[in-house]
């Protein structure tokens, strides 16, 4: 297992910069999560690292020695891939064993089987060895692909979204396997996604990518809290956070907040908080872009004090909890309820905000600002780090 | 009024090119559903059960075996698709390439040979409602996936059928697009208060959009419901693991009595939930059967919890909210709590179980064991 750095890497396709000058440092044993949409560098990165593809300028270091010139065989890196790639022809065995039997490895067959058996072992696939791929089911074959993965000694991993392939409901179950194993194998892993919810169950740390640049590097908690902008703050949550432009006002001994709804001006007050106010005053902020997530967004369907309305755009199920979505005019507000509320499309709705778990941005660069208890999340995040 | 009735359907593909008859080889089995006026209903299950089999039935693009199909009360098993009165919209947009978007809604209505201003009348006036006002000079190869659609379903209800039919037609959409297009959909069946019959596997798109519920399995009905219905009062072991996600805790459990208590056992594992007393007509001590809890309703104990300690397997910080596993024997037992509290891996918590929202299945059958109502 090795220590993974890249420094100031660039590659082109053409016209387009793929990468844009990515440096990262992947410690030794890590579990790192590249996330970010579709098309943002991040299969790239790993193709780098893997060899596979050459990058024009930067650095490529498996623990402190440069890797830039050497092929992808040497570099012994294990790959695993979204479609799986087995051998047709081969039982899973087979398949298995295939590097291990490769010139390069040239291993006795005694060892190769020990050490498929310990793989299917941790990858509970005992029970496939005999089977040909297509014999197994999309996530047997994922199975299959990982324990290939996993009966080498190689630098790093390398898994390129090895569960976009699956149905929602294997994806979870393979999620939590796969952390499961990655707590007994100790190995540092590269794991390129697009899904959130992956992201933060999987990494010790996360890297969000866009249009080849790193965009903000942290723990999951770090990330989730304290984005440093709009667009991480609506990549990771599922329904999206809730943001809108607000006029900062003030009052005797506190702040304001004034937002329009369907017309309608409202202000709220901004409960006090110690770095929130000290950040407006110094900054002399008149506006702000407010992040809130759905959670922290209260409803109920009869006029209260403290609640402004709106109207009731949509009602739906996401599982074990619904969303009620609330057209305010220009924006739209989603926030959770519970399952089977009778809820009529069209239909009056009165809002009120948890301000104090809100994120300010600022409304021009849409650049991260303060949060509502800031130092409890900067705490959270370091002992997050240090475990 | 009922807007669709299946009357004992069955369907049977020609299999008299093989040797041996396979005895139970109906892609549908005795299917019985009625969907009330305006009603929106979704057929749901896993990939091979029957569920768009029953949908081509119901537009007569497939023959019949056996059975009634009533659309209002009219019996239309001999008619054409043609004469059915249905809008049909498929996954695959199957729009005419040389036609604009306007030339690809009013063509159905030009084939029938409706007065033109007529038809422009009617394409105006869907246009808004279906949000293509502006696409409606484009081609189709410059719209986006979701704008296809829309044109799609514009295109099926211009003829204001009295049925429309649609066939997963969000799954060519990527995760967002899916999300927003979900919403207009309903907005929009809503709005025309067209009965319509929705097929899809995937639960989510089910629970979200529908009225009604009917989740099929090998070719037969398990349960027709409102989505509540469905979450929280399954009909069998099947229907309770496929709503749902993450899915419904089941696990095998006998079931022991100590002094005046019922206690849920499991093999290899310390933990013991209490059976709620509805069940005591039911149950007996060393009775076998399988025990159904939904991840929101396991629950951690606080320091003075009666719950059995357990060991951590797996913590998953989602963000939103975090997921625990707990081994029970060789099944990782699953909760979701939105407690802010960082735990990890082997950390021992104590495990309590809403016992009132436990359910039972018949360990052989998976169907549900009810309590005796007085």
Redesign the interface.
């Given at each position: 297992m090795a220590r993974i750095q890249l420094e100031n890497v660039r590659k082109a396709f053409g016209k387009v910069q793929a990468l844009d000058g990515i440096s990262i440092d992947v410690k030794d044993k890590e579990f790192f999560v590249l996330f970010g949409p579709a098309g943002a560098g991040k299969t790239t990165i790993l193709n780098c690292i893997a060899g596979i593809a050459m990058p024009e300028e930067g650095l490529i270091k498996f623990d402190g020695e440069i890797k830039n010139l050497i092929d992808p065989a040497h570099r012994n890196v294990a790959m695993v891939f979204e479609n799986y790639a087995l051998y047709p022809q081969m039982t899973v065995y087979d398949n298995m064993a295939s590097a291990l039997r490769s010139k390069l490895y040239k291993t006795p067959e005694d060892e190769i089987r020990e050490r498929i058996m310990w793989a299917a072992k941790t990858m509970k696939m005992e029970n496939l060895l005999e089977r040909l791929p297509s014999q197994l089911s999309n996530g047997q074959k994922q199975r299959v692909a990982m324990g290939r993965a996993l009966v080498r000694t190689p630098n790093v991993f390398l898994m390129d979204e090895p569960l976009a392939h699956l149905?929602?409901?294997l994806r979870?179950?393979m999620?939590?396997e796969l952390?499961?194993m990655q707590?007994n194998l100790g190995s540092t892993c590269i794991y390129v996604t697009h899904d959130?919810?992956e992201a933060?169950?999987l990494g010790d740390r996360i890297a969000i990518i866009n249009e080849g640049k790193i965009v903000q590097i942290g723990t999951?908690?770090e990330i989730?809290y304290m984005p440093c902008n709009e667009f991480t703050a609506q990549l990771?949550?599922?329904?999206q956070i809730n943001i809108f432009d607000a006029r900062i006002g003030e009052v005797a001994g506190g702040f304001t907040a004034t937002f329009p709804v369907n017309g309608e001006e409202i202000t709220v007050s901004l409960p006090e908080d110690g770095r929130v106010y000290s950040t407006i005053k110094e900054k002399g902020l008149e506006h702000v872009d407010i992040g809130i997530?759905p959670?922290n967004v209260k409803y109920s369907f009869e006029a209260k004090e403290g609640y402004f309305k709106a109207t009731v755009?949509?009602y739906?199920?996401?599982?074990?909890k619904?969303v009620i979505?609330a057209e305010c005019g220009d924006y739209q507000l989603r926030m959770i309820a519970p399952?089977?509320l009778s809820v009529a499309?069209d239909s009056d709705v009165y809002i009120r905000f948890e301000l104090d778990r809100s994120i300010f941005f600022d409304s021009v660069t849409k650049e991260y600002i303060v949060r509502y208890d800031e130092q409890t999340f900067i705490d959270?995040a370091k002992?997050?780090e240090e475990? | 009024m009922a807007g669709l009735t299946l009357n004992h359907l069955y369907k049977r593909y020609d299999n008299s090119g093989k040797k041996k008859k396979i005895k139970n080889d109906f892609a549908v089995q005795d299917l019985n559903l009625v969907c009330e006026q305006g009603e929106f209903v979704a057929l749901l299950g896993p990939s091979g059960c029957g569920k768009t089999t029953t949908l081509r039935m119901i537009a007569g693009l497939e023959d019949i075996t056996d059975g009634e199909i009533y659309i209002g009360e009219r019996l239309v098993n001999k008619l054409q698709p043609k004469d059915r009165n249905i809008g049909l919209a498929f996954e695959d947009y199957a729009m005419y390439p040389p036609l604009n978007v306007y030339g690809n809604v009013a063509f159905n209505l030009r084939a029938k040979g409706v007065d033109k201003d007529e038809i422009d009348k009617k394409v105006r006036e869907i246009a808004p409602l279906m949000q293509i006002d502006d696409l409606l000079e484009k081609m189709p190869v410059k719209l986006s996936g979701g704008q296809k659609q829309r044109v799609n379903i514009a295109r099926a209800i211009i003829r204001e059928p009295e049925l429309l039919l649609m066939d997963e037609p969000l799954s060519h959409l990527d995760g967002k697009a899916r999300q927003a297009m979900r919403t207009e959909i309903k907005r929009l069946i809503n709005k025309i208060k067209c009965t319509t019959v929705y097929v899809t596997h995937d639960q989510l798109e089910a629970m979200s959009l529908a009225d009604k519920i009917a989740i099929i399995n090998f070719g037969v009905l398990q349960q027709f419901g409102t989505p509540t219905e469905v979450y929280d009062d399954p009909a069998n072991e099947f229907v309770a693991s496929f709503i749902g996600e993450p899915p419904m805790n089941i696990l095998e459990t006998t079931i022991i009595k100590k002094e005046d208590t019922f206690f849920f056992t499991f093999d290899n594992s310390n933990l013991q939930i209490a059976v709620p007393k509805r069940y005591y007509s039911v149950v007996k001590d060393g009775f076998r059967c399988k025990m159904g809890v939904r991840p929101m309703d396991v629950l951690i104990g606080g320091p003075d919890s009666q719950g059995t300690p357990e060991e951590i397997a797996t913590f998953e910080n989602l963000g939103d909210e975090r997921r625990i596993g707990i081994h029970v024997g060789d099944v990782l037992m699953m909760l979701i709590t939105e407690d802010e509290k960082r735990y990890k891996r082997g950390d021992i918590i104590k495990l309590e179980v809403r016992g009132e929202k436990t359910h039972l299945f018949d360990i052989e059958t998976g169907d549900r064991i009810r309590e005796k109502k007085e």
């Open positions: 149905d929602a409901k979870n179950s999620r939590t952390k499961e707590a959130f919810m933060m169950a999951g908690d989730y990771m949550g599922d329904p997530r959670q755009y949509s739906e199920s996401i599982g074990n619904s979505v399952n089977g499309i959270l002992s997050e475990k | -």
